[in-house]
């Protein structure tokens, strides 16, 4: 009796089975074939050049906790099984992708799309591939954005450069589609291809040694999570997100991002809910509309990313290419170990290397001291966020970092300067989020918690604080760099209308 026809289901960063549309697609093809689906997770060269150590600890809880919920929901053929319910395959796709056309009775292959220029090159070689050569049907779908890129256009039908007019286009049209539920059931083929391979030999813990033991006691992985995550946001902590999300010291901000990079929830059922929530409880609309221009920023960050040549090495304002940026090895570790002699900055940089995470505010403010008083290269701190963030992405973290720089879309302006003083002042008043992650300084006042080099010596020595011994010095003086920034841009205008 010949075995039914299979459809792969071709996992990427969509993990999840709910408001999965690749998954909705090869289901139906395989009812619609009186056939079974093969759930495949692929991990190529692209894929994991975008992975870094923190992403890659994520990655390997996600797949699991994918696995277990793809076995829960298996109706299998006739004497197949649903073990291993999810197989996972190293190496090129096109490869892996032909061995099991080979192996194997496939008729199609369903995947959700991503946005990057190298998994857009790929992806489209892949399609005509799998169509022209494999003879396969071959399907790919939205099912990581509100909307799809070339969807949200200027009056002129041009791509957008500033976030403002995007997402008033964005809410001009009509609002995403409701999410889907997951399946009632995943008709598993079972079979066992000969190239697939265990979750230990993709080989994903984070080497020499696993650093990322804390991150654990701060997310779980997986798509239950990320749904948990995103109801107990908005009983108790949305109402105070519009006034107090600046506030590192305070648990107030959603923590959805890294179940976002990894596709554990879609921004889709995200919308809804929170709309949902808005229209039930008026008095919380501001909080809800901020809540979802956040969502929006990060629609904008792949829309950028999706038209610019490369946004993790050009910069997007071409002037910024004669930046007169400087080398310092020794201010960057220092910067990376969370040793600057600036309070809040080292706390950030301790709670990434700790958990994976750092609040959003906190993330600017250590970027502008890296990119701006201490001039060094904003990809010095992409290359370091790409491999200690959970939530690491090739849309937000480049897009990011330029805009901190000054050199991205709707970038900050090269004379904004974040003071870490000010900004710890303002955002952290009490200093309770240093006390947390700069224990040494735990015991000053709170006058002098950001700034400790102005303490009187008989208040640092009451506090067991020795400048220079158990706590650095300001590695820069923060009216000196703020100079010497302003000076490296005049001088990259300078050049730059010099070069033409």
């Keep these: 009796m010949p075995r039914p026809p299979i459809a792969i289901m071709w996992f990427r960063n969509d993990l999840r089975l709910t408001d999965n549309p690749a998954l909705a697609a090869a289901i139906a093809w395989a009812r619609d074939h009186d056939g079974t ?204 997100y519009a006034e107090m999300r600046d506030r590192p010291d305070r648990l107030v901000t959603s923590e959805l991002s890294p179940h976002l990079r990894f596709g554990e929830i879609s921004p889709r059922e995200i919308w809804h809910a929170i709309s949902h929530h808005a229209e ?78 750092m609040h959003n505010r906190v993330r600017m403010i250590v970027g502008s001291l890296l990119v701006k008083h201490l001039l060094l290269h904003w990809q010095h701190g992409l290359d370091w966020f790409d491999d200690t963030l959970v939530d690491a992405c090739p849309a937000a973290d480049p897009f990011s970092w330029q805009w901190i720089g000054g050199s991205g879309a709707d970038a900050a302006p090269y004379f904004r300067i974040f003071n870490p003083v000010l900004q710890g002042e303002k955002f952290d008043a009490k200093g309770d989020y240093v006390r947390q992650w700069v224990p040494e300084l735990r015991d000053l006042p709170n006058s002098h918690i950001h700034k400790p080099w102005e303490a009187p010596a008989l208040v640092l020595k009451g506090a067991g604080v020795t400048l220079g011994q158990t706590y650095p010095e300001p590695i820069v003086d923060l009216k000196a760099g703020r100079d010497r920034a302003m000076e490296a841009y005049q001088q990259m205008k300078a050049d730059s209308d010099a070069a033409g």
């Design 37 to 240: 689906i093969l759930p495949v997770y692929i991990l190529d060269d692209v894929m994991e050049r975008q992975l870094g150590g923190a992403t890659r600890w994520w990655l390997e809880h996600s797949l699991g906790v994918l696995e277990k919920s793809i076995s829960e929901k298996a109706s299998t053929h006739a004497g197949d099984t649903a073990e291993n319910s999810l197989r996972l395959f190293k190496g090129k796709a096109k490869d892996v992708l032909s061995h099991l056309c080979d192996d194997h009775d496939i008729g199609a292959v369903f995947w959700n799309r991503c946005y990057d220029p190298q998994s857009v090159e790929r992806d489209k070689a892949l399609k005509q591939h799998c169509r022209d050569d494999l003879k396969l049907e071959c399907e790919s779908f939205n099912s990581h954005l509100l909307y799809e890129p070339w969807e949200v256009k200027t009056g002129a039908g041009t791509s957008f450069k500033v976030f403002s007019p995007f997402w008033r286009a964005c809410l001009k049209m009509p609002p995403p589609a409701r999410p889907k539920p997951a399946p009632k059931d995943i008709p598993l083929s079972g079979i066992s291809p000969a190239q697939a391979v265990s979750i230990t030999a993709l080989d994903l813990s984070p080497k020499p040694v696993n650093w990322a033991t804390g991150f654990a006691e701060r997310f779980t992985p997986g798509e239950g999570a990320a749904r948990e995550q995103l109801h107990d946001f908005i009983d108790d902590r949305l109402a105070d």
């Design 280 to 357: 039930a409880e008026p008095g919380q609309g501001k909080a809800a509309s901020k809540f979802l221009s956040e969502l929006g920023w990060r629609e904008f960050a792949h829309h950028v990313l999706f038209y610019a040549d490369d946004l993790r090495t050009e910069p997007l304002q071409g002037q910024f290419r004669h930046f007169p940026w400087r080398d310092n090895d020794d201010a960057l570790k220092a910067w990376q170990r969370g040793k600057t002699g600036y309070p809040i900055v080292d706390a950030g940089m301790r709670e990434l290397w700790h958990t994976g995470y």
